[in-house]
């Protein structure tokens, strides 16, 4: 069993940048790690994915603007990051961390991102 907090949501200005952080409970070093996000009115979208050697994979609407990274520090590494860069009215969403091992996959609750002037 995996707990996720995700953290770091909030209101910001089109054009302006936000870092989500995922907390895990225990160390996910050898999990796939992602980040998706659901829209009001629309299915759950795949953001951004890092595997456990760090590399990563983001899709093409966010491709440049948005870059998900995990924290490999001796005494972190339960922490993974999603950098939102330059953000569109489009990229307003509930942003969720998942933790995916084997046949098993972890959701945590969710962040608010509300991109408005």
């Known amino acids: 069993q995996v707990q996720l907090v995700e953290s770091g949501g909030g209101l910001v200005q089109p054009g302006g940048s936000l870092r989500l952080s995922c907390a895990a409970s225990?160390?996910?070093?050898?999990?796939?790690m992602g980040w998706y996000r659901q829209a009001p009115g629309k299915e759950r979208e795949l953001v951004a994915l890092?595997?456990?050697?760090?590399?990563?994979?983001?899709?093409d609407s966010v491709k440049g603007r948005f870059t998900i990274s995990r924290d490999n520090a001796k005494n972190t590494k339960n922490t993974v990051y999603l950098q939102m860069n330059s953000l569109k009215p489009e990229d307003t969403a509930v942003y969720y961390c998942?933790?995916?091992?084997?046949?098993?996959?972890?959701w945590g609750k969710g962040t608010l991102v509300t991109v408005s002037s």
């Open positions: 998942s933790a995916k091992y084997s046949i098993a996959t972890y």
């Open positions: 225990r160390s996910i070093s050898s999990y796939t």
């Open positions: 890092i595997y456990s050697d760090s590399s990563t994979n983001h899709v």
